[in-house]
Every structure is written in structure tokens, then in C-alpha cells.
């Protein structure tokens, strides 16, 4: 069946640098995609979203791009903190339901 | 805004019980609620779709007799584990929406154990 990511690798990056969290997904009909990030024992927590008529948003400290002619989407994450680990899923929208990704842990080391 | 609210976190109980979790948008209105399962160490799967004053829609492979779903108003969708096993042992999120193509805002989670 059709999925969204492959598997779920860990980032370890230096407080400060930037982050970037990629996702590829093989739904060529999805229109909508979300990133979520997800602390240990809670649920997961909206950071930033984008439609597929577009290519890139930006938010506060974050951006989303997205590729749709080779199905990819990542997430950049500029100064990172210690506030920033956790693991982070993208999900596609399809037929109005969230399909998600594996997931990636972000390990932010001082 | 956008907050969703479940409860309880946490349930630990003997198998054969059935459980009930709740899920309430606190400053909003959603049509549409949705039910995830998350073994540990694993991405979201999920589970079925909640609508108001309907019957929800079971993915494939979520027996609907095992977990029933009610979403009798606009801000509350509940979901009943029915004679649990330990195998029902997981992590039940719910989220919630506004409308179609837009965010999901997702509870915190209930913690279901199965002794």
C-alpha cells in the first residue's frame, strides 16, 4: 500500500545549528501536508502546514518545502534548542484522513 | 485555540474490561473526530473515523465491535475498548478538526494496560 516515509532514523544536531528533517511520500493525489512533532508520552503538536499548490512556508524558526516531482517534504528547523527534541512526523492528507510517516527523532546535544 | 482534550491519560485494568476514553474540542467545533493507535517506538495508525450524529468509518483490519465509537455532539467523541486483552495494550490518541484540509489538533493520549 501507499505510505508516507520509510522509516524512522534519529538526527543528532549541536544546539544552534539547523535542523533538516526529510519525509518522502508516494501519494501523488495528496493535497495537504502537515508536521507534527511529537513529545515522549504526549500526543503529537501542529508546527506547520502546506498545501500542494504550493513550495515552501515559513513559520517561526521552521520552514516546510516541498517537492512534489519527486514526492518530498522537509522540514528546517533554524537555531535548534533543547526544546526542539522529540520526534517529528509528517502526515499527507488523502480522501480528507492523515496518513503519517514513520517518524524521526531530533536529539539536540549542548 | 484549537485545544483538544482526552481523557483519562492513563488506564490500567484487568483483561475483560472494557474501557472508555473521551475526547473533547475545548474552544471549537469538529464535525469530524479521528481515533490512532501508537505501539511504542512507532508512527501513528489509524483506527477510524468519528463523525457527528453518524456512524463511524473503521479502517481496515479495526474490528468495530471491539471498539465502539460514539460522537454524540460537536465537541465529544468517545471510544469504548471492549472485553480488553492484553494485546489492546497501547496508546490511543484522538484529534479533532475544524473542517476538511485542515489540521488535525490531537489530544494528549490515553495510556490503555491490560493486565
Same mark, same amino acid.
Given at each position: 500500500?501507499?505510505?508516507?516515509?520509510?522509516?524512522? $532514523?534519529?538526527?543528532? @544536531?549541536?544546539?544552534?545549528?539547523?535542523?533538516?528533517?526529510? =519525509?518522502?511520500?508516494?501519494?501523488?493525489?495528496?493535497?495537504?501536508?502537515? +508536521?507534527?512533532?511529537?513529545?515522549?508520552? /504526549?500526543? $503529537?503538536?501542529?508546527?506547520?502546514?502546506?498545501?500542494?499548490?504550493?513550495? /515552501?512556508?515559513?513559520?517561526?524558526?521552521?520552514?516546510?518545502?516541498?517537492?512534489?516531482?519527486?514526492?518530498?517534504?522537509?522540514?528546517?528547523?533554524? #537555531?535548534?534548542?533543547?526544546?526542539?527534541? #522529540?520526534?517529528?512526523? =509528517?502526515?499527507?492528507?488523502?480522501?480528507?484522513?492523515?496518513?503519517?510517516?514513520?517518524?524521526?527523532?531530533?536529539?539536540?546535544? $549542548? | 485555540? !484549537? @485545544?483538544?482534550?482526552?481523557?483519562?491519560?492513563?488506564?490500567? =485494568?484487568?483483561?475483560?474490561?472494557?474501557?472508555?476514553?473521551? =475526547?473533547? &474540542?475545548?474552544?471549537?467545533?469538529?464535525?469530524?473526530?479521528? +481515533?490512532?493507535?501508537?505501539?511504542?517506538?512507532?508512527?501513528?495508525?489509524?483506527?477510524?473515523? &468519528?463523525?457527528?450524529?453518524? /456512524? !463511524?468509518?473503521?479502517?481496515?483490519?479495526?474490528? /468495530?465491535?471491539?471498539?465502539?465509537?460514539?460522537?454524540?455532539?460537536?465537541?465529544?467523541?468517545?471510544?469504548?475498548?471492549?472485553?480488553?486483552? $492484553?494485546?489492546?495494550?497501547?496508546?490511543?490518541?484522538?484529534?479533532?478538526? @475544524?473542517?476538511?484540509?485542515?489540521?488535525?489538533?490531537?489530544?494528549?493520549?490515553?495510556?490503555?494496560?491490560?493486565?
Amino acid at each position: 500500500g501507499e505510505s508516507v516515509g520509510l522509516h524512522l $532514523p534519529t538526527l543528532s @544536531v549541536q544546539e544552534g545549528d539547523n535542523s533538516i528533517i526529510n =519525509c518522502a511520500y508516494s501519494n501523488s493525489a495528496s493535497d495537504y501536508f502537515i +508536521w507534527y512533532k511529537q513529545e515522549s508520552g /504526549k500526543g $503529537p503538536q501542529f508546527i506547520i502546514d502546506i498545501r500542494s499548490n504550493m513550495d /515552501k512556508r515559513q513559520g517561526q524558526r521552521v520552514t516546510v518545502l516541498l517537492n512534489k516531482t519527486v514526492k518530498h517534504l522537509s522540514l528546517q528547523i533554524a #537555531a535548534t534548542q533543547p526544546g526542539d527534541s #522529540a520526534v517529528y512526523f =509528517c502526515a499527507e492528507n488523502i480522501y480528507n484522513k492523515l496518513i503519517f510517516g514513520a517518524g524521526t527523532r531530533l536529539a539536540v546535544h $549542548p | 485555540g !484549537a @485545544v483538544v482534550s482526552q481523557h483519562p491519560s492513563r488506564v490500567i =485494568c484487568k483483561s475483560g474490561t472494557s474501557v472508555k476514553i473521551e =475526547c473533547r &474540542s475545548l474552544d471549537f467545533q469538529a464535525t469530524t473526530m479521528f +481515533w490512532y493507535r501508537q505501539f511504542p517506538k512507532q508512527s501513528l495508525m489509524l483506527m477510524a473515523t &468519528s463523525n457527528e450524529g453518524s /456512524k !463511524a468509518t473503521y479502517e481496515q483490519g479495526v474490528e /468495530k465491535d471491539k471498539f465502539l465509537i460514539n460522537h454524540a455532539s460537536l465537541t465529544l467523541s468517545t471510544l469504548t475498548v471492549t472485553s480488553a486483552h $492484553p494485546e489492546d495494550s497501547s496508546f490511543y490518541i484522538c484529534s479533532a478538526r @475544524v473542517g476538511n484540509n485542515q489540521p488535525q489538533h490531537f489530544g494528549d493520549g490515553t495510556r490503555l494496560s491490560i493486565l
